[in-house]
């Protein structure tokens, strides 16, 4: 069993080490991709950002589980934004791809914030949480407000 799990876990890796294109069959798989990791990373970011911002209850449990989840989805996306990517169903904005580099820090920044996020919520404690919360959340807002339309 544990020899399966192992298998599964470095065919996994490699899938994901694979290149965008290599990945998606059609680019409108990419965008599908793209769409439903931002979906599901924005749900459980919303319940760190409600106990943060005393919505609902904290709960130490499940804001350690939801960062978790948001912390690993985080770097999912990235790789849906390939060629032939920028049309079709997408709020992407064309600023991704001319300014690719612009758009990789801000990437790379969120993620950061991100990870930051993860470790204040493992703190078990609230006002870690609700301190890494804020930038976490302006580095999600930076990227909507330059490369996503409305």
């Known amino acids: 069993m544990k020899q399966n799990l192992g298998l599964m876990g470095t065919l996994v890796a490699l899938a994901l080490s694979m290149p965008a294109h290599a990945q998606f069959a059609k680019p409108e798989d990419a965008v599908k991709y793209r769409k439903a990791s931002f979906t599901v990373m924005a749900a459980h970011f919303g319940r760190l950002g409600a106990m943060a911002n005393g919505r609902v209850p904290y709960d130490a449990k ?53 990870a930051k996020l993860n470790t204040a919520a493992k703190a078990g404690n609230v006002d870690a949480l609700k301190a890494a919360f804020g930038p976490a959340a302006a580095s999600c807002k930076a990227c909507h407000d330059n490369f996503r339309k409305e």
């Open 62 to 114: 499940a804001a350690a589980e939801n960062a978790e989840i948001v912390a690993s989805i985080a770097k999912l996306p990235w790789a849906a934004f390939g060629e032939g990517t920028d049309k079709g169903d997408t709020r992407a904005k064309p600023e991704i791809w001319k300014e690719a580099a612009k758009y990789k820090e801000a990437s790379d920044k969120m993620q950061a914030e991100i």
